[in-house]
């Protein structure tokens, strides 16, 4: 079993930055991938971007690429989404999620095993 934490999500204007936090709990060892997903009221929770355990290699959705930054500190047990220049279509409940099965696909919701509760993130114009 795996408990995520999220923290962090609040209300900003455009332009502004907003770093997330997600701590891990709950198994020995960090060997899973961490994803972070969002939803926006009427629509499907969708990929934002995911940390890979194995080579710390990162990948992003196109909408956030150049603008968010995924980290892992496997000694804090945490993850963090540091979000920069926010738009108004930010504006969602942000999820991290673990992924136990490395060969899994990290873009698809469905083949994650564990989320967190969510934070929301507004963002103004």
């Known amino acids: 079993q795996v408990q995520l934490i999220e923290s962090g999500g609040g209300m900003v204007q455009a332009g502004d930055s907003l770093r997330l936090s997600c701590a891990t709990s709950g198994r020995t060892s960090n060997d899973y991938n961490m994803g972070w997903f969002r939803q926006s009221p009427g629509k499907e929770r969708e990929f934002v971007c995911v940390?890979?355990?194995?080579?710390?290699?990162?990948y992003y959705a196109d909408s956030v690429k150049g603008r968010f930054t995924i980290s892992r500190d496997d000694t804090k047990n945490t993850v963090y989404l540091q979000m920069n220049s926010l738009k108004p279509d930010d504006t969602a409940v942000y999820y991290c999620a673990a992924q136990i099965n490395l060969r899994r696909n990290y873009l698809k919701k469905d083949d994650y095993d564990y989320w967190g509760q969510g934070t929301q993130v507004t963002v103004s114009s």
């Open positions: 940390i890979k355990f194995l080579g710390s290699r990162t």
